[in-house]
């Protein structure tokens, strides 16, 4: 897996949110969107611990919720699986300054952006979050030069 690579995953799966959050944003259910506030809501003690084990888990469940939202099995299960094959690479992008905390507030500007029906607005944040995710990840790879495994 070379770099370059892992960046093609990225790019690839920031586009692949990106239409399940503008799609989402349409079918969304008030009782999902309630489920996804409240997740975002409670991970706010996980940043603040910075916690990374238990952010990484709420990270994987929140961004599965949001594919659920859109009401269409198929592109769930694909963003699901493209999300499996970079889950150790997602994972490291945390390790890098203060990217849960980025990350946190990303949440909330796609999820104010779902609230107004946006979305395309929606998707934006959400192609933005996926890339910042990912130079986060070549950023943290840079500090390491050499000094030990990616994961």
Do not use: K
Request: hydrophobic residues 45%; glycine residues 4%; contains cysteine.
């Amino acid at each position: 897996m070379t770099p370059e690579r892992i960046m093609d995953m990225f790019e690839t799966t920031a586009e692949v949110e990106a239409m399940c959050i503008r799609l989402a944003t349409y079918r969304i259910t008030p009782a999902e969107r309630s489920q996804l506030q409240a997740m975002h809501e409670a991970s706010a003690a996980m940043v603040i611990a910075a916690d990374l084990n238990a952010y990484d888990e709420f990270n994987r469940l929140f961004h599965e919720a949001m594919y659920r939202a859109t009401h269409n099995q198929f592109m769930a299960e694909q963003a699901i699986s493209i999300r499996a094959r970079l889950a150790a690479f997602r994972r490291t992008q945390l390790r890098y300054g203060d990217r849960i905390a980025r990350s946190h507030e990303e949440h909330g500007e796609i999820l104010r952006a779902m609230a107004r029906g946006d979305g395309d607005e929606a998707a934006r944040c959400m192609r933005a979050h996926m890339l910042n995710a990912s130079g986060a990840l070549t950023n943290y790879i840079n500090t390491l030069d050499g000094v030990g495994p990616l994961l």
